[in-house]
């Protein structure tokens, strides 16, 4: 049970490494585009010729508006090669499986009482190093995990999906009321010299196979 669970810091469990951080201007960034992420206190900023990080790490936003209205996840793991600005806390796993956890964990907690600032909200290391986190036993932490990243990853492929089913809504929406293919078909099938029952299939397989997505059958 959780309330069994010893509290423990942030750096109990992980290493900061906040002093690795550099800030980019964006006319310095815009000097240096290449292919590695470059982060900030919401996710990827930008793209950049270099790299600082090589591996997997979790940052959690220093400051902006999001961390009262998490629009966006103040939370969420880097891996790989990418660089990192000064406004998002870096942490490196000290044992297996704690960044997933950290994750998940920062992912539910209120920072009301940690965050400073009333025009720019921050959460500065000190404030976030004293929240006590509730940490289970490996193979309980491990159990967790392995729950909530299936989880998530269903969550990731549905939204996929969703995002799949708009593109086809979208391309048979054009099809059909911007395009008029049905009605160019039927108009092109009578031209050939077809009857009225050669025009309607032929309008049938258009709204069947949109020209648009040639591979794929909408029903």
Same mark, same amino acid.
């Given at each position: 049970? $959780? $309330?069994?669970?010893? %509290?423990?810091?942030?750096?109990?469990?992980?290493? #900061?490494?906040?002093?690795?951080?550099?800030? /980019?201007?964006?006319? !310095?960034? +815009?000097?240096?585009?290449?292919?590695?992420?470059?982060?900030?206190?919401?996710?990827?900023?930008?793209?950049?010729?270099?790299?600082?990080?090589?591996?997997?790490?979790?940052?959690?936003?220093? !400051?902006?508006?999001? %961390?009262?209205?998490?629009? &966006?996840?103040?939370? #969420?793991?880097?891996?790989?090669?990418?660089?990192?600005?000064?406004?998002?806390?870096?942490?490196?796993?000290?044992?297996?499986?704690?960044? !997933?956890? /950290?994750?998940?964990?920062?992912?539910?907690?209120?920072? &009301?009482?940690?965050? &400073?600032?009333?025009?720019?909200?921050?959460?500065?290391?000190?404030?976030?190093?004293?929240?006590?986190?509730?940490?289970?036993?490996? !193979?309980?932490?491990? $159990?967790?995990?392995? &729950?909530?990243?299936? %989880?998530?990853?269903?969550?990731?492929?549905?939204?996929?999906?969703?995002?799949?089913?708009?593109?086809? +809504?979208?391309?048979?929406?054009? $099809?059909?009321?911007?395009? #008029?293919?049905?009605?160019?078909?039927?108009?092109?099938?009578?031209?050939?010299?077809?009857? +009225?029952?050669? +025009?309607? /299939?032929?309008?049938?397989?258009?709204?069947?196979?949109?020209?648009?997505?040639?591979?794929?059958?909408?029903?």
């Amino acid at each position: 049970m $959780s $309330s069994n669970w010893p %509290l423990k810091k942030i750096s109990d469990v992980a290493y #900061f490494r906040n002093n690795k951080r550099i800030p /980019l201007k964006s006319l !310095d960034r +815009a000097k240096r585009q290449g292919e590695f992420p470059y982060y900030g206190a919401s996710g990827i900023v930008d793209y950049i010729d270099d790299y600082v990080f090589d591996g997997s790490y979790l940052l959690i936003s220093e !400051d902006g508006e999001n %961390l009262r209205t998490r629009k &966006t996840p103040i939370a #969420f793991q880097a891996h790989g090669k990418f660089w990192v600005n000064n406004h998002a806390h870096i942490l490196e796993e000290k044992e297996e499986g704690i960044l !997933d956890y /950290l994750e998940y964990y920062f992912s539910t907690l209120d920072l &009301t009482p940690y965050i &400073t600032g009333a025009v720019q909200p921050k959460l500065n290391k000190a404030n976030l190093d004293t929240i006590g986190i509730p940490i289970p036993p490996k !193979d309980e932490r491990r $159990s967790i995990n392995r &729950t909530l990243n299936h %989880l998530r990853d269903k969550i990731e492929l549905n939204t996929q999906t969703n995002q799949t089913l708009e593109q086809m +809504a979208q391309a048979i929406f054009k $099809s059909w009321f911007v395009d #008029f293919d049905p009605v160019k078909a039927k108009i092109e099938a009578l031209a050939a010299g077809g009857n +009225a029952d050669d +025009a309607e /299939l032929a309008a049938m397989s258009v709204i069947s196979y949109p020209p648009h997505e040639p591979t794929g059958r909408y029903c």
